[in-house]
Antibody
Framework: EVKLAVHGGGLVEPGSSLRLSCVAS????????MEWVRQAPGKGLEWIAA??????????EYSVSVNGRFTISRDVSQNILYLHMNNLKTEDTGIYYC??????????WGQGVMVTVSS | DVVMTQTPVSMSVSLGGQVSISCRSS???????????LSWYIQKPSQSPQLLIY???NRFSGISDRFSGSGSGTDFTLKISRVEPDDLGVYYC?????????FGSGTKLEIK
């Protein structure tokens, strides 16, 4: 059974850093594209980052809103996907989901964690 | 970037009824490989999004045949027949044809 468990959310001040983890089970992380999608309070879904699979050298794509501040990575030995977030802004507040991407299709999603950026 | 426009923003339907949700993209979603990466998701209250339909008209594993997708190019539709209480939530279309991946703004389905 495919499962994605997201950890690491919390309350942080503007300008600080945070790392989210997405623990994958039921499949081999290195074989799949993976994504992070976020949702601001009361708003819709916003794709923010993706990493391709092993065959594509785990290359990454970022939205304009996070490019240069966020880094997506993975530890394939532990089957964990990460999102490293630096220089956090108040507008980064929201629920963060990881999702498995099968050819542009997000077939499984993690449960999401809340990140609140506030002074 | 591909802009995804969903209508209506919200709708109310009686149990057993039928609804249609429209999704239009600002560019064709036909990929170079010939596939059209248009998906539909439902986000039930306080839950993560769940995949319903992928590549326009393919139901994901375990999804009822009450859900059907259609369309091509830039114009797509999700139809839900014989609406049940568990269908309430927000429906999103999303495109996976090109980066940045983008979603529609959502359609909230309420049960009368």
């Amino acid at each position: 059974e495919v499962k994605l468990a997201v950890h690491g959310g919390g309350l942080v001040e503007p300008g600080s850093s945070l790392r989210l983890s997405c623990v994958a089970s039921g499949f081999t992380l290195g074989d799949y594209y993976m994504e992070w999608v976020r949702q601001a309070p009361g708003k819709g879904l916003e794709w923010i980052a993706a990493t391709r699979n092993r065959a594509k050298d785990y290359s990454a794509e970022y939205s304009v809103s996070v490019n240069g501040r966020f880094t997506i990575s993975r530890d394939v030995s532990q089957n964990i996907l990460y999102l490293h977030m630096n220089n956090l802004k108040t507008e980064d507040t929201g629920i963060y989901y990881c999702a498995r991407d099968v050819g542009g299709i997000d077939d499984y999603w993690g449960q999401g964690v809340m990140v609140t950026v506030s002074s | 970037d591909v802009v995804m426009t969903q209508t209506p923003v919200s709708m109310s339907v009686s149990l057993g009824g039928q609804v249609s949700i429209s999704c239009r993209s600002s560019q064709s979603l036909v990929h170079n490989n010939g596939n059209t990466y248009l998906s539909w998701y439902i986000q039930k209250p306080s839950q993560s999004p769940q995949l319903l339909i992928y590549k326009v008209s393919n139901r994901f594993s375990g999804i009822s045949d009450r859900f059907s997708g259609s369309g091509s190019g830039t114009d797509f539709t999700l139809k839900i027949s014989r609406v049940e209480p568990d269908d309430l939530g927000v429906y999103y279309c999303g495109q996976g044809t090109q980066y940045p991946l983008t979603f529609g703004s959502g359609t909230k389905l309420e049960i009368k």
